[in-house]
């Protein structure tokens, strides 16, 4: 048998094997073959993987691998095909890969037929040949298509093999994945028969909707019905009409099943609730800089949960979400937190007792509080840096954990060995003559035994200060 009638007999046998969706070709000097080849999945869906990647993509459907084939005078006998192969979910090494493997194939069966070895391949064996089972990456073609001026990323095509076809290259990747699996899902749907889970009826794919999110179909009759009649109830939040199932219908897909007139009115309801809802929500901003979507939050909650990005945040501080503990500040911001606590109204206070935690605001005020009284009360030694306070007595000081002396109203050391030289010299200042001149807390007849309310932060004082800022108004 000759080349050509092999030639022949194998384009026969795999037209009858392939829809024509998946096989064509055209005699002209040499038989040219175009395929199309539909990758087997080893699980039921792949994850789209890309390291900044803000929400999984799931796909159940890869775009198909094209391949162009040309089969010299002498094939099979002595000349292998000639080819080009288009693979545009793939990185350009992994596509350089199936070529050498396709061309192993013809080595390993030469001098014989070999189409359909390569569509077997294609179709059952590529992606366990490239380690792709539940994961695809498309990290380098995300990188192309953000930066597609990069050199480096560029040069990575020149090592390329030369029989690798490029089309769509600098698109996003993972758009069109998903596009691709949307439209082959709708196509698989409507290829096929469902049954209406209203009227319990069997109906083309064509004549059914499915509902988004939970897949359950019905026949449109059925649908447009149901819808119909929860519009004309006033209902905006429109669940599946299936038994059990709580996944809302989509605005988009309502508009695809109603009338003009009847998803107007729908759009009247649904704006007159939202209206309504605004009064009760606080507008916010997803703090991700990549993202900066609106974000509607409850009036009170802190919990803010982005529906673009998935990042839940507190609506407050817009870090992170920190449940039931209070919102981190600086010293800044507690100080100002008093200002503004003080200044505030009985709703104001409210608010800011739940932002905050009235715990929480309590443990400034008693660190504010104490900070103050250090300042004015207090002086730090000149040797070893321990505060010490004055309660009475002369302004020569000795500290308690080094045993230096200094004097209180300079804080100066004093190492002369007449301690009092300091107070007694003419020429020292401003502390000449003033060794017992009182300060303003001083307090005289001090009894160790007894309370007179001069402890650092009294607790009274404490919740007699939220008190007071809460009754001013």
Known sequence: MSDLERQDDEIFAIENICSPNQFRYKKKTNIECFFSVSCELANENV????????????????????????????YPSASPPKYNIAINWLTPWQVSLTCQKLDKLWQRNESNEILFIWLEFLKSDLLNFLHIEDILEVSYLMELYENPDDEFLLEVLNWTDERVVYGGLFLNPIERLKEYNESRDRFEFESQFHLCDICFCTSAGQMCIRVDGCNHAFCKACILQYLTMKINERYVLIQCPAADCKVKMKCSQIRGICSTELFQKYEEYLFEKQILNMKKLNLVYCPRRFCQKAVYVKIGESLASCPACEYNFCAFCFKVYHGVSACEMDSKEKLQLIKEYESADLAKKKFLDKKYGRHQIRQIVEKQLTNEYLQKNTKACPTCGVVTAKLTGCNLMTCSHCHSQFCWLCNSKIVSNDEYEHFKSTTNGPCSGRLFEPIDNQIDDFDPEVDNGYDIVPNWNLDMFLNMLHARH
């Open 47 to 74: 994850l789209i993987d890309y390291k900044n990647v803000t929400k999984k993509v799931y796909i159940k459907y890869l775009p198909p691998v094209r391949l162009y084939v040309q089969l010299p005078k002498d």
